[in-house]
């Protein structure tokens, strides 16, 4: 087998994660004083960056330069959504050529690994000898072929925090809360509201997920449930909940046209009209029901805050920055046209194995949580999400409580 000779091109597409800088570092660490490697090119902006030759030399970083980034949310390398054209795949092959690259390295999710598996095609097709690699990444989790991916984790860490801080919130003064969180076709970052519940009584009391059908009726209707159970109810919605025709339910509601990117994803996200809608569905039900004359409501749209939140899960930053290794080394032991996937391997300890699957087994595919994580009323997940989830989030901080039985005394 002749392993080819010359430069590694770096580079991250879409959504940025708490831990993309540790996926591209463990490249440039594991391809460093490789006799193959000529040099390490970053490409800013993804293959846009490519596109214009607008290069950094991830080589000459200092340590200190990348140990800081290892701890830094976002991409250093920035980003794109960029879909490759025919005459954008003949530009690249030419700057390949010019450059003598023949180790490429795309850091992304589903259309990331779209765009790689579209370059990889065209460059074989033109008998260009490249050795192209996908290395996992979405805070959605909904990559084929993987337990998890590098950004879940964390953007998990937040949005369990998030609720946790959203329920207390909501213990004060009673009422309902309902967070939107990001999740265009799986409900992963959704269910991991639930992951910060500390007893029983606490919220979310109701998670929804795009797996399932959403009915605004009968949602209205499990909120009433909780609301005189608990006297109040904190809510988790994906925002990419939709009916059983497969309506997003935000599209539904507004009866607009949503714009579409150049992979043909509708904008879901963006304004805080999803939890606005379903927040007033549910006050105009509870107080035209006479549940309570005047309900407290509010809604959020987590956004992009939850992908990038400066408070990395250890294990996430982990796990990325080895994925990244891995990567590399099988780049250097010949592999190509491959995916660098997470896979759990035991749950008691937790332990996860990176293992090489086939680019097109990951390429413009979504997954979905399992049917076991989702309960049988579609309104929460199960205990078997619990487990799986927890050991991904790192510690979380125990709250407080004051003892209620230590009563101060009364003056006569």
């Known amino acids: 087998m002749v392993i080819p000779k010359g430069n590694a091109i770096v580079f991250t597409q879409g959504g940025p994660t708490a831990v993309i800088n ?67 795949n003949r530009r690249m092959l030419a700057v390949f050529q010019k450059y003598c690259i023949h180790y490429v390295f795309g850091i992304g999710g589903n259309d990331t690994s779209e765009t ?57 003064f009673g009422g309902f809360y309902l967070g939107v969180c990001m999740g265009r076709h799986a409900g992963f970052l959704t269910a991991a509201s639930a992951l910060g519940r500390t007893t ?9 997920v795009p797996e399932r059908p959403f009915d605004v009726d009968r949602f209205c209707m499990d909120v009433e449930a909780v609301y005189k159970k608990h006297d109040r109810c904190v809510v988790a919605v994906s925002e990419g909940i939709e009916d059983a025709g497969h309506v997003p339910i935000l599209q539904k509601l507004t009866a607009g046209c949503l714009e579409a990117d150049s992979h043909g994803n509708v904008q879901l996200s963006g304004t805080g009209a999803l939890a606005d809608l379903l927040v007033e569905r549910v006050k105009s039900h509870l107080e035209g029901r006479g549940v309570v004359k005047k309900l407290r409501a509010r809604g959020d749209t987590l956004g992009y805050i939850q992908r990038s939140f400066p408070d ?31 896979q759990r391997i035991s749950d008691d300890p937790y332990r996860v194995e990176f ?58």
């Not at 463990?26 to 846009?48: C, F, N, P, R, Y």
């Not at 996908?134 to 925090?161: F, I």
């Not at 029983?200 to 998670?207: A, D, K, M």
């Not at 294990?315 to 990567?327: C, I, K, N, Y």
């Open 312 to 342: 990395q899960s250890p294990v996430d930053r982990e796990e990325s920055l080895g994925l990244g290794r891995f990567a590399a080394e099988q780049a250097l032991a010949g592999k190509q046209d491959k995916s660098a996937a997470i």
């Open 22 to 88: 540790a996926s591209w570092i463990g490249v440039v660490q594991g391809l460093s004083g490789a006799k193959e490697i000529t040099g390490i090119i970053g490409s800013l902006h993804g293959i846009d960056g490519i596109l214009k030759e607008d290069f950094v030399d991830l080589a000459a970083q200092s340590g200190a330069v990348l140990d800081a980034l290892l701890h830094t949310p976002s991409t250093a390398l920035l980003s794109t959504r960029h879909k490759p054209k025919e005459e954008d």
């Open 355 to 412: 293992r090489l699957v086939p680019l097109k087994a990951v390429a413009g595919k979504t997954r979905h949580l399992p049917e076991g994580h989702i309960n049988a009323d579609a309104n929460n997940v199960t205990d078997a999400f619990i487990a799986w989830g927890k050991p991904l989030l790192g510690e979380l901080k125990s709250f407080g409580s004051l003892d209620l039985s230590k009563k101060a005394p009364k003056m006569s």
């Open 200 to 208: 029983p009584e606490s919220g979310p009391h109701l998670v929804y």
């Open 116 to 172: 790689l598996d579209i370059v990889n095609d065209f460059a074989k097709e033109a008998g260009y000898d490249l050795r192209l690699f996908h290395v996992a990444k979405t805070v959605d989790n909904d990559l084929e072929e993987n337990d998890h991916t590098p950004g879940y984790a964390s953007a998990a860490r937040y949005v369990a925090n998030a609720f946790r801080g959203a329920d207390m919130d909501n213990t004060c």
